[in-house]
């Protein structure tokens, strides 16, 4: 007994921290060393600051952050937003509304896709940190090897995905003859988010949410929205072009980087992971869009945002200016590849972004680039379409499916009205 | 002679369907082991088509090991898991087998209720708890020390009822028979309950071990610091949205599994027979 009482003892006060005045940053759980490297260089900057960031992994970020919120804490004092759920913070007054602390001129440089995320009931609530694209990447060699000419490779020029989906019939392989193709033509790197996904409905120029973000009735079972569905129903079930259950980002990316497919529409961030692949050549061919219709591509990324409680606010406020800069975020991208969410920082990347793939993406930001829908309810709205477009791709029927999410989706939205 | 083969016949049936089971439940474990020895990049390489190479790794390289090691502190997420698993078990033991035994022989007003109110605690989902508990914790001030990763787990109401449902087969006439004697009722339940519920305790040891060492959410919300992080938010901080370590993150996985596995090849005999014993006994 008491060894064990002794034990107990040493463990409580082993655990008593020092009491001193800092920061507490709630963020992504990207690599520390990277993280650490930017923290470092604000807090040599600013010594009378203590900044102590804690990293949570994706998977479990959002509730995570919304347990730290609960109860009006004032910490963390700073956190990481993802840019669509912006509003439902915002709304529940865990956000402190920036624009008396951020000038019209701070803010000019920002793409302005990424400050209409950022903004709500005409104030804003967070600072754009990074911003994101999709392009079509395709595997040269087996384009080469079955005798099908490249997409374009050029900004601006784009396939239809009627004609992608004619490549991806002649590029699914089986060479083995097992039932199972050894060669998939395309695989859709992030299969069920509405991030990767709405800008198919959009391209056939229809709306995904009502103006107000508060209803879906009619809009996920709108001819547009049906049709996007019947074609991403097709590449996995009809035409069978596209594996099933590949619910991954990371293995999508594996299967294209080891040739096990020949197309993969997938974002910006695997322009740096694919480097890993050292017998991969690949090529980026603008993101497609239906015939008829327009080009649109996904865009945004993650935001900065100062709780609304926090006892910091002007060590908060430089901490997240310091974040944003125009340096930061070009040494950001150097350290982690990720897209800055302000125009300016590129002029300090330019070797990086003369590149050719580079070139593509930042074109599409500048013209045809779309925010995902702004809505209090986004993450309701975005875990149901999840739902939803997983069951699709496993063969059940578009329009029943999206019927069903109508619903539940619009009884979670009553909440905001 | 014919019955015999009878026998024989059917055991082998049913050795090969539980071989198959066994395998079903083995391969995964088993690739996942392998592909922790596999150079970091190279790990799909081999999963289409299936075959020798897919579950025996070619290069077979450490570097993984050395790097989660080296490069991610995970030594110290281990540290912290064992003192707080092991803190846990010494206090849940503590507090739940004195209240089980309560539960158990003393009779008071309001015990039916007590012991609903224990039951209750182990059927309400943790998602639901959260949100009190933090604040609960966070008023107390514990927030981001190791008491608050202990102390939440420890009056643990599924080890109550444990303790509760094999104290009852204890016959009351012993513990009589020591109070007549002189002695205390702490003596009672030190020196007779306790030495008799050896199967109790060592399963309560190994599902409360179990329990925190699997714990994920709760730590993370929690603790913020580095120091303070633990085994399960170490392995998952090798994925992220746009990558996943996969070489890291099999080779935290795998090593982070070998604790618990050592505890429970040592605690295994005991294990089986505390849960069959508190189940079946009448």
């Not at chain 1, 915002?90 to 019209?104: K, T």
């Not at chain 1, 002029?347 to 930001?365: A, G, H, N, R």
């Not at chain 2, 064992?82 to 309001?110: E, Q, Y």
Request: proline share 6%.
């Amino acid at each position: 007994m008491k060894k064990i009482a002794l034990f107990l003892l040493v463990v409580f006060f082993a655990v008593i921290g020092f009491a001193k005045t800092n920061l507490e940053v709630l963020w992504m759980g990207w690599p520390t060393d990277k993280v650490m490297t930017l923290v470092n260089e604000f807090q040599a900057a600013n010594p009378d600051i203590s900044v102590d960031v804690q990293l949570v992994p994706y998977t479990q970020l959002f509730q995570t952050i919304e347990v730290r919120l609960s109860g009006n804490s004032s910490t963390p004092d700073v956190f990481i937003v993802d840019g669509p759920l912006n509003p439902s913070y915002a709304i529940r007054g865990n956000l402190l509304a920036l624009d008396e602390y951020f000038s019209e001129e701070e803010l000019e440089p920002f793409f302005d896709s990424s400050i209409e995320t950022a903004t709500f009931d005409g104030k804003l609530y967070s600072i754009p940190y990074t911003t994101s694209s999709v392009g079509l990447y395709f595997n040269k060699e087996i384009f080469d090897e079955y005798g099908i000419p490249y997409p374009p490779e050029t900004p601006g020029e784009r396939l239809t995905w009627e004609e992608v989906a004619e490549i991806a019939k002649k590029l699914t392989i089986d060479e083995n003859g097992d039932g199972t193709p050894d060669v998939w033509g395309l695989i859709i790197e992030q299969i069920d988010r509405p991030y990767q996904l709405l800008p198919l409905v959009q391209s056939l120029g229809g709306e995904v949410i009502s103006p107000d973000g508060l209803s879906t009735a009619g809009y996920l079972t709108s001819e547009e929205f049906l049709k996007a569905a019947d074609f991403y129903w097709n590449l996995f079930n009809g035409w069978k072009v596209s594996p099933q259950g590949l619910n991954n980002s990371s293995i999508s990316r594996e299967y294209f980087g080891n040739g096990k497919a020949a197309m993969m529409l997938g974002a910006d961030w695997n322009i740096n992971r694919l480097a890993e692949f050292e017998d991969l050549e690949y090529g980026l061919s603008p993101h497609p869009y239906f015939e008829g219709g327009i080009a649109v591509t996904p865009t945004g990324s993650w935001h900065v945002g100062i709780n609304a409680n926090t006892k910091n606010v002007a060590a908060s406020v430089d901490f997240v200016k310091f974040l944003t800069s125009k340096e930061a975020l070009a040494e950001w991208n150097q350290l982690f590849g990720h897209l800055p969410a302000r125009q300016d920082s590129y002029d300090l990347l330019e070797e990086e972004f003369s590149k050719p793939e580079w070139q593509i993406l930042l074109y599409e930001m500048d013209h045809t680039a779309m925010a995902r829908p702004v809505t209090p309810g986004f993450l309701q709205y975005e875990l149901i379409l999840r739902e939803t477009f997983n069951s699709i791709h496993y063969g059940s029927d578009p329009e029943q499916s999206l019927k069903d999410a109508e619903t539940r989706i619009d009884r979670e939205l009553r909440k905001f009205k | 002679m014919k019955k015999k083969n009878k026998i024989s016949k059917k055991t082998i049936i049913i050795f090969i369907v539980l071989a198959i089971i066994g395998l079903i439940y083995f391969i995964p474990l088993e690739w996942v082991t392998a592909s922790s020895l596999r150079p970091s990049g190279s790990l799909y390489e081999y999963t289409e088509p299936l075959n020798m190479e897919t579950f025996i790794p070619v290069n077979i390289t450490f570097e993984n090991y050395v790097n989660i090691f080296t490069q991610q502190h995970f030594g110290r997420a281990l540290m912290n898991s064992l003192i707080v698993a092991c803190s846990t078990v010494l206090l849940t033991l503590l507090v739940s087998s004195m209240a089980g035994f309560a539960l158990a022989k003393f009779d008071f007003p309001g015990k039916k209720i007590v012991f609903a109110i224990v039951l209750i605690t182990f059927m309400v989902p943790f998602e639901s708890i959260v949100i009190p508990l933090y604040l609960t914790v966070s008023a107390l001030g514990f927030i981001n020390t190791y008491a608050a990763l202990i102390l939440p787990g420890v009056a643990n109401g599924l080890a109550i009822f444990l303790f509760n449902q094999f104290f009852s087969e204890i016959p009351t006439e012993i513990l009589e028979a020591a109070r007549i004697d002189g002695a205390s009722w702490f003596r009672i339940y030190r020196k007779i309950v306790i030495p008799l519920s050896v199967p109790a305790i060592i399963t309560v040891i190994v599902m409360v071990f179990m329990f925190q060492w699997n714990s994920l959410f709760w730590p993370l919300v929690a603790t913020h610091s580095t120091r303070l992080e633990v085994v399960q938010v170490a392995i998952s901080a090798n994925r992220m949205t746009e990558a996943t370590h996969w070489a890291n993150l099999f080779s935290s996985a795998v090593a982070g599994s070998i604790p618990p596995m050592v505890l429970f090849f040592f605690l295994q005999k005991y294990f089986v027979r505390g849960i069959s014993g508190t189940g079946l006994k009448s």
